[in-house]
Antibody, heavy 121, light 112 residues
């Protein structure tokens, strides 16, 4: 069974750093892209970036380029989303999701349970 | 790059059917999309992949009540015999070699 299990909720202060995780199981972790998606309170889904754990090829949404860092450790089947200096506006739910290919197209087919990040002074 | 347009809200009565629409922008009418459901307070859940031909493949455990169809640039999600648990936000998603991931704005479905 494919599973993506994310790390627990975090409460941080502005300016602090943070790294959240997403552990995949039940499939070949190195063979599928993993994406990170932000959902701000009461809002829709926003794509942040994707990583291919097999070779760590990473692509960022222009909206998030330079704001976050996405990485992966294939030895433990885990992807990460990292901030070096959090802002109050980073308060949101963050989801990881597995990306599957169908011919030349890709889409998300499994989702993690989400990690709530709250940034408040 | 493709843009996906969804109505912000829809409503239908318990036991009835509803058809949600996701419209691809001009020049992208052949694109495959995926539908995702997000029940209140929960993570999104993949429902199905839907091609321009109308062919669709559902995710594991998705009830038979959910089906997909296509017409031109429009991609539809039909839910039959609406249940209370179908009250949720529904998002469509597509892909482009430049933008990689594109989400529609989502449709909030209310079951009356």
């Amino acid at each position: 069974e494919v599973q993506l299990v994310q790390s627990g909720a975090e409460v941080k202060k502005p300016g602090e750093s943070l790294k959240i995780s997403c552990k995949g199981s039940g499939y070949s972790f190195t063979s599928y892209w993993i994406g990170w998606v932000r959902q701000m309170p009461g809002k829709g889904l926003e794509w942040m970036g994707i990583i291919y754990p097999g070779d760590s090829d990473t692509r960022y949404s222009p909206s998030f380029q330079g704001q976050v860092t996405i990485s992966a450790d294939k030895s433990i089947s885990t992807a990460y989303l990292q901030w070096s200096s959090l802002k109050a506006s980073d308060t949101a739910m963050y989801y990881c999701a597995r990306r599957v290919a169908w011919g030349a197209f890709y889409y998300f087919d499994y989702w993690g349970q989400g990690t709530l990040v709250t940034v408040s002074s | 790059q493709p843009v996906l347009t969804q109505s912000s809200s829809a409503s239908a009565s318990l036991g009835s059917s509803v058809k949600l629409t996701c419209t691809l922008s001009s020049g992208h009418s052949s694109y495959i999309i995926a539908w995702h459901q997000q029940q209140p307070g929960k993570a999104p859940r993949y429902l199905m992949k839907l091609e321009g031909s109308g062919s669709y493949n559902k995710g594991s455990g998705v009830p038979d009540r959910f089906s997909g169809s296509s017409s031109g640039a429009d991609r539809y999600l039909t839910i039959s015999n609406l249940q209370s648990e179908d009250e949720a936000d529904y998002y469509c998603e597509t892909w482009d070699s430049n933008t990689h991931v594109v989400f529609g704005g989502g449709t909030k479905l209310t079951v009356l």
